[in-house]
T-cell receptor, first 114, second 109 residues
Framework: IAGITQAPTSQILAAGRRMTLRCTQDMRHNAMYWYRQDLGLGLRLIHYSNTAGTTGKGEVPDGYSVSRANTDDFPLTLASAVPSQTSVYFC?????????????FGPGTRLTVL | GQNIDQPTEMTATEGAIVQINCTYQTSGFNGLFWYQQHAGEAPTFLSYNVLDGLEEKGRFSSFLSRSKGYSYLLLKELQMKDSASYLCAVSDSNYQLIWGAGTKLIIKP
């Protein structure tokens, strides 16, 4: 693989179910991010990780959790999905966390919660 | 609060020039990014400005005025493949990116 991969590509989920979105990068980037993108709104940061073993909350963290056990993987878990979590989810990574921290994005996961 | 403003939609003609504006109010400033996003795809990096002035990269240029909280992306010699959304994002005092809602650019033949 090259870059960032996400799985699944799309998913329809019943409300109340637990769901984990997977994200893997092979660029050995230190920092990783989860965003959601909704029509008419900018990308909103859910959680981030500046390095393996650390995580932080973004702008909209409620209802989501993450872990960063190693450099490559950064899964996002919805403990009990609700319809307002219907969105397109993008995982991203960057080599650094400071100046010119260009972020590289995965292809996205389209999630529908019914 | 933090705010990034850019027009929702713009239309331009193939071969012409278009300027997409972005104004921002953020807690701190550590650079401004422009990304391109085609429908149904992931955003991809276009440009980065941290100092005032114009950065040119082929058909695309990006300008920054920190004192005015203003940037623009200039696209020259428009091609049909330039039809996409253009996202402005500012790196704030914590080096987190604050994103605008994006400008959908429609190119007509």
């Amino acid at each position: 693989i090259a870059g960032i991969t996400q799985a699944p590509t799309s998913q329809i989920l019943a409300a109340g179910r637990r769901m984990t979105l997977r994200c893997t990068q092979d660029m050995r980037h230190n920092a990783m991010y989860w965003y959601r993108q909704d029509l008419g709104l900018g990308l909103r940061l859910i959680h981030y990780s500046n390095t393996a073993g650390t995580t932080g909350k973004g702008e909209v963290p409620d209802g989501y959790s993450v872990s960063r056990a190693n450099t490559d993987d950064f899964p996002l878990t919805l403990a009990s999905a609700v319809p307002s979590q219907t969105s397109v989810y993008f995982c991203a990574s960057s080599d650094g966390v400071r100046d010119h921290n260009e972020q590289f994005f995965g292809p996205g996961t389209r999630l529908t919660v019914l | 609060g933090q705010n990034i403003d850019q027009p929702t939609e713009m239309t331009a003609t193939e071969g012409a020039i278009v300027q997409i504006n972005c104004t921002y109010q953020t807690s701190g400033f550590n650079g401004l990014f422009w990304y391109q996003q085609h429908a149904g795809e992931a955003p991809t990096f276009l440009s980065y400005n941290v100092l005032d002035g114009l950065e040119e990269k082929g058909r695309f240029s990006s300008f920054l005025s920190r004192s005015k909280g203003y940037s623009y992306l200039l696209l020259k010699e428009l091609q049909m493949k330039d039809s996409a959304s253009y996202l402005c994002a500012v790196s704030d005092s914590n080096y987190q990116l604050i994103w605008g809602a994006g400008t959908k650019l429609i190119i007509k033949p």
